[in-house]
C-alpha cells in the first residue's frame, strides 16, 4: 500500500516517472487556498500572466488607442498566432492551426467543409452517443444540406459503416466526455481514409492534458475546446486544424467572411479565401478573450508534449492505484480504462454502492464541501481531472484520503449534501 511519503517522492522525481514538467506550476495562479482543483475537464487553471493581459488590452488598447489598435497591435494577427502556439501541443504545422469561434460552431464549419471537400458523398457517420453537441452538429449539417446521418454506438462500429463507400466524413470524439476511453487516432484516422471518407476528430478531452499528434496521424480536420486543459480561460475561443493538403483547395471554407478572404482590407467584392487554415475566420476575432489566452499560448510554446504525457501518466495511474487501495471496499472502482494510452484527460470513477438517484451527486458534493472539486454525472460516476502541469502527486494522495474518509465516515449522507448538484 502506497503511503503519503511515496507521492511526495513522486513529486519530487524520486522515480523514473519523476516530475518532468517541474517549474510550468510556478507560471500558474494559485485557486483558493485549501481547494484542490479536480476540473480540468471544465475549466483550467489560470496562468499568472493572464490578468495583466487582459488588462493592458482593456486599458492601452480600448481606453488609449482605440481605433488605432487594429493597426497598431497583433490584435487581427491573434487567431492565427495562438493557433500557432498551439501546435505544439497539438501535434500540428505552426500555420495549420486557428483559434476562432466556438468548438461547436467550429464543429459545424468544418463538417460543411469536409461535405464540401469529399463532395458528391453525402454520408456523414457520427457516434449517437458523442458529446451532444457535436451529435447536433451532425444532425444540423445533414438536415440542412439533404445529406444523410449514419450513427454508430461504438467505434467498433465504424468498418461497417464505411463499407458501402458513400461516407464524405467520419466526425469523432478521440476522448469520451464520461468515461475518459480514448481511441486510437492514428489506426482509426487510417481505416476512415482506406475507405476514402475524411476524418474530424474533436480533441476536447486530450489536447493540453496527453499528447496527440495530428499531422503524424494525417488528420484531415479538428477541434477542440481552449478552456479546458489548454487553460485559455472561461469561455476562450477554441481551436480548429485543417490539414494543409485542404488549405490550398479551391473549395470555399463554411462561412466566408472578410477575415478569411486572402486579402482582408482590400476590400474587394467577390470572395478570394485565404491560402491557409485562416480562411476558416469569418469575422473580427475576440481580443479580450484572446488577450487572456495568449498567456496560456505562451507556456504551450515551452511544454514539451511527450513530457506532458508522462506527467499525465504518472499522475493518472497513481489516482487510479490509491482508488484501488482505498476506496474499493466501498464500492468505488475505476471506470476509465486502466492502459494509459487508451485514457484522455480525467479518470473516472464509478460508485456502485450508489442506492439512491442522487447518491453520486451528495458524494460529489461532500468532496466539494471537503475542498476537493470534482464533477459528477448520473447515474454513477464521479470525473476527476488534475491538470498536468499544475497537480502535485500528493494532491492525488490529499484527494483520496478525503474520499476515503466521507465514504468512512458515511458523513456524504448527509441530507444537506442532496441539494446541491455539481
Ligand atoms: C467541452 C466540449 C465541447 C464544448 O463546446 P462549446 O462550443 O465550447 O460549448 C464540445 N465538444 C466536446 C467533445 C467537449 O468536450
Known amino acids: 500500500m502506497l503511503d503519503r ?7 519530487h522525481g524520486a ?30 487553471p489560470m496562468p499568472l500572466a493572464a490578468p495583466e493581459r487582459v488588462r493592458q488590452v482593456l486599458d492601452q488598447g480600448w481606453r488609449i488607442a482605440r481605433r488605432r489598435s487594429w493597426n497598431e497591435t497583433d490584435w487581427l494577427d491573434q487567431p492565427r498566432k495562438l493557433g500557432g502556439s498551439l501546435s ?11 483559434v476562432a469561434d466556438s468548438t461547436t460552431i467550429n464543429q459545424h464549419k468544418l463538417l460543411h467543409h469536409a461535405l464540401d471537400l469529399n463532395a458528391p458523398r453525402d454520408v456523414v457517420v ?7 453537441s457535436n451529435r447536433y452538429a451532425a444532425e444540423a449539417a445533414s438536415a440542412l444540406r439533404g445529406a444523410r446521418l449514419r450513427d454508430i454506438s461504438c467505434s467498433g462500429e465504424l468498418g461497417e459503416a ?5 461516407v464524405a466524413v467520419v466526425a469523432l470524439s478521440l476522448v469520451d466526455y464520461r468515461s475518459s476511453t480514448r481511441l486510437d487516432l492514428v489506426g482509426i484516422t487510417e481505416l476512415i481514409h482506406a475507405h476514402g471518407a475524411l476524418a474530424l476528430w474533436d480533441l476536447s478531452h486530450a489536447a493540453g492534458a496527453v499528447a496527440v499528434s495530428l499531422e503524424k496521424a494525417g488528420v484531415d480536420c479538428a477541434v477542440g475546446c481552449v478552456y479546458k486543459y489548454l487553460c485559455g480561460g472561461p469561455g476562450a475561443p477554441a481551436w480548429l486544424y485543417v490539414h494543409p493538403r485542404h488549405s490550398q483547395s479551391v473549395v470555399w471554407p463554411a462561412l466566408a467572411g472578410w477575415m478569411g478572404h486572402s486579402d482582408a482590407f482590400a476590400f474587394e467584392p467577390g470572395y478570394r479565401p485565404a491560402a491557409s487554415v485562416s480562411r476558416h475566420q469569418a469575422g473580427t476575432p475576440a481580443v479580450i478573450a484572446n488577450a487572456a489566452m495568449s498567456a ?3 507556456i504551450w510554446c515551452d511544454v514539451d508534449p511527450q513530457e506532458l504525457d508522462e506527467r499525465h501518466r504518472s499522475l493518472t495511474n497513481l489516482l487510479i492505484r490509491l482508488v484501488d487501495e482505498q476506496c474499493a471496499e466501498f464500492g468505488v472502482t475505476v471506470a476509465s480504462p486502466r492502459e494509459h494510452a487508451k485514457r484522455g484527460g480525467h479518470v473516472t470513477l464509478r460508485f456502485s454502492d450508489a442506492q439512491a438517484e442522487g447518491d453520486v451527486s451528495a458524494l460529489a458534493q461532500a468532496l466539494v464541501e471537503a475542498g476537493v472539486i470534482v464533477s459528477s454525472r448520473k447515474p454513477d460516476a464521479l470525473r476527476l481531472a488534475s491538470h498536468p502541469l499544475v497537480a502535485r502527486h500528493t494532491d492525488l494522495w490529499d484527494a483520496v484520503s478525503k474520499l476515503r474518509g466521507l465514504l468512512l465516515s458515511e458523513q456524504w449522507r448527509d441530507p444537506r449534501y442532496r441539494r446541491a448538484s455539481v
Open 15 to 44: 522515480d523514473s516517472s519523476g516530475n518532468p514538467v517541474a517549474g510550468f506550476a510556478a507560471r500558474f495562479a494559485a485557486g483558493a487556498p485549501g481547494t484542490l482543483y479536480f476540473d480540468a475537464n471544465s475549466i483550467g
Open 162 to 166: 464505411l463499407a458501402a463507400g458513400d
Open 296 to 298: 496560456a499560448a505562451d
Open 126 to 132: 457520427v457516434e449517437r452517443e458523442v458529446f451532444p
Open 5 to 11: 511519503d511515496d507521492c511526495l517522492a513522486l513529486d
Open 88 to 98: 505544439r501541443v497539438l501535434g500540428a504545422g505552426a500555420g495549420d492551426v486557428l
